[in-house]
């Protein structure tokens, strides 16, 4: 029987991250690419970045998990795109994919279902993305908002930590994509991993949000908050919901 995350297995999680140091590969947002790759390493991952078409296969086959953001899209980035999960599929890799604002655009739309036919460990977005998105197969479920809502096959769980400053900070989300890539890298269960990730970043946001003035400090705080965060943080703070359908 599968396993429900809880606030045990987020802390152990994150340790496993910090001792192992998994390597992320981020196909990313082209504004959000720093924050996302200082989010990484804060939490204890290796990100790496190049959508350089001669360096993403070579990229792909040394890291431990991919991360797709479709948030800055053209022609030159989806075939880059392309090649990355292929490469991430043949040698067993997992990867997530954030359709980002695919409810504003059919192209970007068909992308992103058309990446979801190759069948991502994680699909990740806010509620007008995943009401346009359609089936998604056996990937994991996450809907982002107040509460982020993740579901598989058998288990559904919200967790509801973070702070309303982590909407007026552009990237937080992203970053929160390549955490999930991070302990992906450590946990094959992807519920788990998941969980785990989300609830500490949410948690962090919330130590960030006790030394910030606003937005932009807060900004740094949850960086100095993803480096620090610790069992007993989470084993206090951590609001870990499982429902029923």
């Known amino acids: 029987m599968a396993s429900f995350p ?13 001792q192992r140091r998994p390597r992320v590969h981020c ?7 720093k924050f996302t ?15 350089s078409e001669e360096e993403i296969e070579s990229f792909v086959s040394k ?9 800055t899209l053209d022609a030159a980035r989806r075939k880059v795109i392309r090649i990355a ?10 990867w997530i994919v954030d359709p980002v604002h695919c409810d504003y655009s059919p192209s970007r739309l068909m992308f992103a279902q058309e990446l979801i036919t190759l069948h991502p460990t994680i699909v990740r977005g806010n509620a007008a993305e995943m009401a346009v998105i359609g089936d998604i197969g ?42 999930i890539a991070a302990f992906m890298a450590v946990e094959p269960d992807a519920m788990l991993a998941a969980a785990a990730a989300l609830t500490v970043t949410g948690v962090s946001a919330q130590l960030a949000a006790r030394h910030a003035r606003g937005p932009g400090t807060f900004e740094a705080a949850f960086l100095d908050a993803l480096d620090t965060v610790n069992t007993n943080d989470i084993l206090s703070l951590a609001r870990i919901e499982h429902n029923e359908d």
Do not use: F, Y
């Open 85 to 94: 999960v292929e490469v991430a599929n043949a040698e067993g890799k997992p």
């Open 138 to 179: 056996k990937a994991l479920r996450i809907q982002t908002g107040p509460e982020d809502e993740l579901k598989d096959d058998g288990r559904k769980i919200n967790i509801v930590n973070g702070h309303p400053w982590m909407a007026k900070v552009t990237g937080t989300g992203c970053l929160s994509g390549g955490v």
């Open 63 to 71: 890291v431990d998990a991919l991360t797709v953001n479709l948030g």
């Open 6 to 18: 809880t606030a045990n297995s987020a802390a152990e999680l994150l340790s496993r991250v910090r």
């Open 27 to 33: 196909l990313m947002n082209t504004v959000v690419q």
């Open 37 to 51: 790759a200082d989010g990484i390493t804060a939490v204890g991952g290796i990100p790496s970045m190049t959508s």
